[in-house]
Nanobody, 124 residues
Framework: QVQLVESGGGLVQAGDSLRLSCTASGRTFRDYAMAWFRQAPGKEREFVAS????????YYSDSVKGRFTISRDNAKNTVYLSMNSLKPEDTAVYYCTTGTRATATIAEDSYVYWGQGTQVTVSS
């Protein structure tokens, strides 16, 4: 059974940085693409970033491009989301996810397994 555990969320001020981590277990981590989604209060869950199994391909939403970086350490079964220049509109619960593909995608229905989420709150 695939398990994903996120960590690293918290309360920060606008302009600050945070790094989220997600550690996976239950299957061979390096064989699958990983992604981050987020859900703000009263809004639908939205794509943030994804990374292919080899890290050769990454995708970002327009709202985070240039500020967020997704990376992975296959030796540690961990994917990261480094977030810089945080804005109040980045406030959301951030979810780590993976599916059955090696290639990265932005489509939510490509992802099967989800973590419990970690709260990120950015104050102005």
């Amino acid at each position: 059974q695939v398990q994903l555990v996120e960590s690293g969320g918290g309360l920060v001020q606008a302009g600050d940085s945070l790094r989220l981590s997600c550690t996976a277990s239950g299957r061979t981590f390096r064989d699958y693409a990983m992604a981050w989604f987020r859900q703000a209060p009263g809004k639908e869950r939205e794509f943030v970033a994804s990374i292919s199994r080899s890290a050769s391909t990454t995708y970002y939403s327009d709202s985070v491009k240039g500020r967020f970086t997704i990376s992975r350490d296959n030796a540690k079964n961990t994917v990261y989301l480094s977030m810089n220049s945080l804005k109040p509109e980045d406030t959301a619960v951030y979810y780590c996810t993976t599916g059955t593909r090696a290639t990265a995608t932005i489509a939510e229905d490509s992802y099967v397994y989800w973590g419990q989420g970690t709260q990120v709150t950015v104050s102005s």
